[in-house]
């Protein structure tokens, strides 16, 4: 009822709509009407209220429920389902609890993370309301070893979703999104699979959207940045992820369908920070040092080594040399 009212509201955008109309469409009490405005306000949203003309909706808070997203979403299926929680330990683990029985597409969204996850149990810094902290719940039909290239489809995405808000990012094969050497985003991809077939996948995104100075600790002020510290302006967290996941839904489907991962590998290309340049390649307790030289149809970093071998590495820790933390 609450997002009824909402939408009546919104549909008018600056215009005031009396209480008496909305009570007959929505078939409540004038009370009624007035309890649900009176629980908007208190999750934020600016509604003004004047004796005989009714209800107008000033603004709306900076949140990322589903009615706040929706309207910048064009997907079928991708971000149709929101779980929006103020904090969550990490939205990854609340997905994982999820995922069996929600549908594919299913977002779990949280303001902030206590314990957010980077790879290898590294930590991903995830303060209140200045990040989009967020977990995708997919289903694809295929063998496991496929699921390493959803995350570079979700790389690919966040590219393109930033570049519609004006924004050039840089891609990190296989897991990060880089603006001027410093990293914005990370993705953690997880899954959950038997020994030909998967469960689900949780794709984990984290990006630092208008983080400040003083929200990276001593570790991460030379290596990370938000998108607020690039552009000098606050970002519309709502826009932003709607781009993302509109894009996200576009890149997956042929691969879901089809295998079909050629326009997410054109991106990755095109936007790759460690084509050409001197890297660090760390599996297990061995690092080698290489340089990479393309990412093939398949999505593997094609890397020559100092000894001339030229291999292709699938998943794994890429640094670039010479910059720092990277
Ligand atoms: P990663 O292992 O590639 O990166 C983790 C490393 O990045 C950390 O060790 C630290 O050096 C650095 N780091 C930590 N926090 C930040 C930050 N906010 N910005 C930039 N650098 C940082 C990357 O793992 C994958 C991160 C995924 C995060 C999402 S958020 C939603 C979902 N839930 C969850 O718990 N994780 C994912």
Same mark, same amino acid.
């Given at each position: 009822?609450?997002?009824?009212?909402?939408?009546?509201?919104?549909?008018?955008?600056?215009?005031?709509?009396?209480?008496?109309?909305?009570?007959?469409?929505?078939?409540?009490?004038?009370?009624?009407?007035?309890?649900?405005?009176?629980?908007?306000?208190?999750?934020?949203?600016?509604?003004?209220?004047?004796? &005989?003309?009714?209800?107008?909706?000033?603004?709306? #808070?900076?949140?990322?429920?589903?009615?706040?997203?929706?309207?910048?979403?064009?997907?079928?299926?991708?971000?149709?389902?929101?779980?929006?929680?103020?904090?969550?330990?990490?939205?990854?683990?609340?997905?994982?609890?999820?995922?069996?029985?929600?549908?594919?597409?299913?977002?779990?969204?949280?303001?902030?993370?206590?314990?957010?996850?980077?790879?290898?149990?590294?930590?991903?810094?995830?303060?209140?309301?200045?990040?989009?902290?967020?977990?995708?719940?997919?289903?694809?039909?295929?063998? #496991?070893?496929?699921? %390493?290239?959803?995350?570079?489809?979700? %790389?690919?995405?966040?590219?393109?979703?930033?570049?519609?808000?004006?924004?050039?990012?840089?891609?990190?094969? #296989?897991?990060? =999104?880089?603006?001027?050497?410093?990293?914005? $985003?990370?993705?953690?991809?997880?899954?959950? $699979?038997?020994?030909?077939?998967?469960?689900?996948?949780?794709?984990?995104?984290?990006?630092?959207?208008?983080?400040?100075?003083?929200?990276?600790?001593?570790?991460?002020?030379?290596? %990370?940045?938000?998108?607020?510290?690039?552009?000098?302006?606050?970002?519309?967290? &709502?826009?932003?992820?709607?781009?993302?996941?509109?894009?996200?839904?576009?890149?997956?489907?042929?691969?879901?369908?089809?295998?079909?991962?050629?326009?997410?590998?054109?991106?990755?290309?095109?936007?790759? =920070?460690?084509?050409?340049?001197?890297?660090?390649?760390?599996?297990?307790?061995?690092?080698?040092?290489?340089?990479?030289?393309?990412?093939?149809?398949?999505?593997?970093?094609?890397?020559?080594?100092?000894?001339?071998?030229?291999? &292709?590495?699938?998943?794994?820790?890429?640094?670039?040399?010479?910059?720092?933390?990277?």
């Amino acid at each position: 009822m609450k997002k009824s009212i909402l939408s009546a509201l919104k549909r008018k955008s600056d215009l005031f709509v009396s209480g008496e109309s909305i009570s007959n469409e929505l078939g409540i009490s004038r009370t009624a009407v007035w309890k649900h405005i009176k629980a908007l306000r208190e999750e934020g949203y600016d509604i003004e209220s004047v004796h &005989k003309k009714g209800y107008r909706l000033l603004s709306c #808070p900076d949140i990322l429920t589903l009615e706040e997203i929706e309207e910048y979403l064009t997907t079928d299926f991708i971000g149709r389902n929101v779980y929006y929680f103020d904090s969550l330990s990490s939205t990854n683990n609340k997905a994982k609890e999820m995922a069996l029985k929600e549908k594919e597409g299913t977002i779990i969204i949280a303001e902030e993370q206590t314990k957010g996850r980077g790879r290898l149990g590294r930590n991903w810094v995830s303060p209140k309301g200045k990040g989009i902290w967020m977990s995708i719940i997919l289903k694809p039909d295929m063998i #496991p070893s496929e699921v %390493a290239k959803l995350t570079l489809i979700g %790389a690919a995405a966040i590219n393109r979703g930033l570049e519609a808000m004006g924004i050039n990012s840089y891609i990190k094969w #296989p897991n990060d =999104i880089l603006i001027e050497d410093k990293k914005v $985003c990370g993705i953690l991809t997880e899954m959950s $699979c038997e020994l030909n077939m998967i469960n689900y996948v949780i794709m984990g995104i984290g990006i630092n959207v208008n983080l400040d100075k003083e929200d990276f600790n001593r570790e991460l002020k030379d290596k %990370a940045t938000s998108l607020k510290l690039v552009t000098g302006k606050k970002i519309d967290r &709502k826009r932003l992820i709607g781009n993302i996941l509109n894009h996200l839904e576009n890149l997956y489907i042929p691969f879901k369908e089809r295998g079909d991962i050629s326009k997410t590998i054109r991106i990755s290309r095109e936007k790759s =920070i460690l084509i050409g340049r001197e890297i660090r390649v760390i599996t297990g307790d061995k690092e080698l040092i290489g340089k990479a030289l393309s990412i093939d149809d398949e999505g593997q970093l094609v890397v020559e080594f100092k000894d001339g071998r030229v291999e &292709k590495v699938f998943s794994g820790e890429v640094s670039i040399r010479g910059l720092k933390g990277y």
